[in-house]
């Protein structure tokens, strides 16, 4: 076949059926010659991956991602190219507190992801004591030298505004998101806009402030969901003409062939073999790494060292009662419970007449025993802990535990160069692609980002008019 013409009958097997992989299979299914077969392999008996929806109360609630970042526009783009754009929702609230020693505190606005640029709201969320305000003050007055390499967020933001903003806010935000620990996690993979300030900036709260100064001013809400869930996302591009998606079937190995690939399928004893002319591999980084270990080798191992945190999220019903305002909590320090979101309060469309939902979420990064308690013991380990934190009264009419062990890929000090290798090993091969959580960002908007650069990949190999 020559190097212009068009690959007829091409077969692509996107390998997992996460957002990422779904996402991807969509995108070259919208722009494939026909003949192309797009052919989704999964390996559990449904798709969605982190995206799972389930009743609680008899009301669907997310089980893994709730919300995906608004302002990334592929993330509105693709739910309304899916007819879903009615039923696209807002947060009817998005401030939030952090509780410090049993005290909830505004967080403070204006910070880039906790690294503060308007000193007088730092000031007036009361979050730090006078020391820790007079540590951030001389990040003004004597800054640090700019920062060159890739470091550890929490040892740079401890070592240039002291050690209180990090336990406070810093560690519950990044927590949050990754449930992660701020000593291990890379500045240059998590707050990119301020590591790129950092270059020639020796103050980190100017730096702050000049990321945020040159971030386009957006407008519009920050989050978004979806009316019964944010899952219905990968259910219905699962169903979208164009692509097949086989749940029940894990890939265990990936060669290449004289046309492109051959992906084996099925069990030990009952191997299944399909053929491919190109693949995309959408699937966790421990999960991937095996996959590539004869195909693109250095990508291999560096999947292979990506560590992950595991967490779990517990979803009660309870009856309706008084909270403390706003859409949710982070919590500072010690405490099984890190975060808590006021799901009710938070969509309206989770405000029912009759029971309130919440969602504790529980562990951080090193924390895997606290997935070995039963159900009953992780429901009565949040009840507790929210009892304390925003007084909840009597236990649940309804809760679920939703374990996702492994759930959050690693962003660790070198990330992004690692990032870097793998997809130039990756790129070497004709015909294969990488996406998902553990290259450009874990949320579900960078996920859906990084598909369709995996879907443009791929076109390149078909030679498709508009790859
Ligand atoms: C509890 C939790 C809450 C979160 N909340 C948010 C949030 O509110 N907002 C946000 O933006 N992000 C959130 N995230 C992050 C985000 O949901 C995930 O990072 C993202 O959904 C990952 O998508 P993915 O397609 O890369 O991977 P996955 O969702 O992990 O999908 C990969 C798929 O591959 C399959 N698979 C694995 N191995 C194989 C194999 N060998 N063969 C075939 N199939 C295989 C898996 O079964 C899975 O279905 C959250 C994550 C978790 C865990």
């Known amino acids: ?47 969605g991956g982190k995206l799972a929806v389930s009743e609680v109360a008899g009301v669907p609630v997310d089980e893994g991602a709730e919300a995906a970042l608004a302002r990334v526009p592929e993330v509105l783009d693709l739910m309304t190219e899916l007819g879903l754009g009615d039923e696209i929702v807002y947060p009817a609230t998005t401030s ?20 503060p640029t308007d000193l007088a709201a730092l000031r007036g969320s009361e979050l730090l004591s006078p020391a820790g305000l007079a540590a951030i003050d001389r990040d003004l007055t004597e800054p640090g030298e700019p920062v060159t ?41 998590t707050m990119p806009a301020l590591a790129a300030q950092l270059r020639d900036n020796g103050s980190l709260v100017e730096a702050a402030r000049a990321a945020r100064a040159a971030a386009k001013a957006a407008d519009g809400p920050v989050f978004a969901t979806l009316r019964g869930g944010l899952a219905r996302l990968a259910l219905t591009l699962a169903e979208q003409p164009g692509i097949t998606v086989r749940t029940g079937t894990p890939v265990r190995e990936l060669a290449r062939t004289a046309r492109g690939f051959r992906l084996v399928t099925g069990s030990v004893p009952a191997p ?12 966790p980084a421990n999960k991937a790494a095996p996959l590539l270990a004869t195909v693109a080798p250095r990508a291999a191992s560096e999947l292979a ?25 982070l919590v500072a320090g010690a405490g099984a419970v890190k975060a808590v979101t006021l799901s009710s309060q938070k969509w309206a469309h989770l405000d029912t007449a009759e029971h309130v939902f919440i969602r504790a979420s529980i562990g951080r990064r090193g924390e895997e025993h ?13 009840v507790a802990q929210l009892a304390s934190l925003i007084g909840l009264s009597g236990g649940p009419v309804d809760s679920r535990v939703s374990r996702w062990g492994g759930g959050l890929p690693q962003y660790d000090v070198g990330h992004t160069d690692r990032v870097r290798r793998i997809y130039e090993d990756v ?18 908007a960078a996920c859906i980002r990084g598909a369709h650069h995996a879907a443009v990949a791929i076109r390149r190999k078909g030679q498709w008019t508009n790859g």
């Open 305 to 329: 060292a990506v560590a992950v945190a595991s967490m779990a999220v517990i979803t009660l019903a309870v009856p309706r009662q008084a909270f403390p305002p706003g859409s949710g909590l």
């Open 370 to 382: 606290l997935l070995q308690r039963s159900d009953e013991e992780l429901v009565a380990l949040a």
């Open 149 to 189: 390499q890739d470091v550890s967020v929490g040892a740079l933001i401890r070592q240039r505004l002291g050690t209180e903003i990090v336990d406070r806010l810093i560690e519950p935000l990044l927590g949050g998101v990754y449930a992660g620990r701020t000593e291990l996690l890379s500045l240059q993979a």
């Open 1 to 47: 076949m020559g190097d212009d013409a068009f690959m007829e009958n091409m077969r692509v097997v996107v390998v997992g059926a996460g957002i990422a992989g779904l996402t991807a299979a969509c995108d070259l299914a919208r722009t494939a010659p026909p003949g192309t077969e797009i052919l989704v392999l999964e390996g559990s008996r449904r798709v």
């Open 96 to 115: 939030a507190s952090i509780a410090v020693a049993g005290t909830l505190r505004p967080v403070p606005a204006g910070t880039l992801l906790g690294v």
């Open 272 to 283: 299944a073999a399909v053929e491919a002319d190109a693949v995309v591999i959408a699937v």
């Open 427 to 444: 790129s070497a091969v004709p015909g294969l692609a990488v996406c998902g959580a553990a290259y450009d960002g874990v949320g579900v």
